[in-house]
């Protein structure tokens, strides 16, 4: 199994409490640390704007911003954003700014896409909330766009939603030219979002990973549904690997997970949520799959592996703050699943 781990950003008011001229030190000091640790293949943010569960004035640091200075102070992980939404940013632009960041990390970016569904923000910031139907076109556009400039340098199309003509995007990523010049899909898509008649169609045809549920029964159902797809469109299952997030709440002994749990609740009660928010909250990490002692966080990712989840996105509320939930992650789960 694969594994990559969330850089506390804010959007999960995981930086509350930190002063904001010491986010970039917390930050930076979490991504240098996760580069040197090689278990961890990658690191992530979330493409948002104002926190979750409920809009607060806690900060959020913008993704893309993010990936180029993590690119800056790292050398070896790899980069990337659980998702980004395709109509935050023009797509031919999107192309650019990640072929740009794709260069200063040397070749180290993961494009993570996704429709978008944060309604709140969409309006707040002026993007109108289009229907489903509508986003998930737009994503299926923007991704032609990204195949088209970062494999041939330039991208036209006269979509429902973008035209673009002859935009170019020089230098390409990377990713996008082998050694000898030919070219290849460039930075790898993750086409993120179960939608089942939609969303895993797009992976089918464009995605070299997906990332969808981790909860064992709906991993398996939309496994095959993507299978399905991919059986439709002519392509290879086994080419996409499968991928899903997981709040990681550990401790060594029942004890100490119950100790991590009430630090959680009272975390999210000093943000200044109101109670039955904490209380949804703390309970949507309890129902997840990743939750226990060592063995157990184990043999349920070892499960899922089964099933066909190779690679795991982890994220730890408390990493900002502490960090022996990780630790201890990183000493006793990811060598049992190596």
Known sequence: MRFGIFIPQGWRHDLVGIEPDQHWGVMAGLARRTDGIRDWESLWVYDHFHPVPRPTDAAVHEAWTLMAAFAGVTGRVRLGQMCTCMSYR???????????????????????????????????????????????????????????????????????????DGAMCHPRPLQGTAFDGSPRNGIPLWIAGGGEKKTLRIAAEYADYTNFSGMPDEFARKSEVLRGHCDDVGRSFDEITRSANFNIVIGRDEREVEERFAWIEDHYRRAGLPEDVVADTVQSFRDGPAVGTPDQVASALADLQDAGMTYAITYFVEAAYDLSGVELFEREVIPALR
Do not use: C
């Open 90 to 164: 023009n797509p031919a632009y999107l192309a650019k700014v990640a072929a740009t960041v794709d260069v200063v990390s040397e070749g180290r970016v993961e494009m993570g896409i996704g429709a978008g569904w944060y309604e709140h923000e969409w309006r707040a910031y002026g993007y109108g909330f289009p229907s489903a139907g509508e986003r998930l076109e737009r994503l299926r556009e923007g991704v032609e766009i990204f195949r088209q400039a970062w494999m041939t340098g330039s991208a036209t199309l006269d979509g429902t939603h973008y035209q673009v």
